[in-house]
């Protein structure tokens, strides 16, 4: 499995961002995905979550109400809308594949195994 992450660049606060993630193998609709970030010096940290069929979502209350999460299975992509961002949330931010198949919304990092290599965000003040 491959995770491919694009989208990230320099956007001044209050602006957007639209991520995306592109991922290998033709079992990618029966598992859920998540989005993780991790800014210089802290911790990788959870930001959003879906379900493998779409119909359940989880977001980190630092982000709720302000980015979605979506996934299209036509094209094994799943995306990260982005908006009001603030410098906080200024971060390389990852795609990532659950562990089960058929799995929940998680937020652990434990419950997914493959990570994409990460796309930069950078909002300025």
């Known amino acids: 499995v491959q995770l491919q992450a694009c989208g990230g660049g320099l956007v001044q606060a209050g602006g957007f961002l639209r991520l995306s993630c592109a991922a290998s193998g033709r079992t990618f609709s029966t598992y859920s995905m998540g989005w993780f970030r991790q800014a210089p010096g802290k911790e990788r940290e959870f930001v959003a979550a879906?379900?493998?069929?779409?119909?359940?979502?989880n977001y980190d209350d630092s982000v709720k109400g302000r980015f979605t999460i979506s996934r299209d299975n036509t094209k094994n992509m799943v995306f990260l809308q982005m908006n009001s961002l603030k410098p906080e949330d200024t971060a390389v931010y990852h795609c990532?594949?659950?562990?089960?198949?058929?799995?929940?919304?998680?937020?652990?990092?434990?419950?997914?195994?493959?990570w994409g290599q990460g796309t930069l965000v950078t909002v300025s003040s």
């Open positions: 879906i379900t493998w069929g779409g119909g359940a979502t």
């Open positions: 990532a594949k659950g562990r089960l198949q058929y799995g929940g919304a998680w937020s652990s990092r434990d419950d997914y195994n493959y």
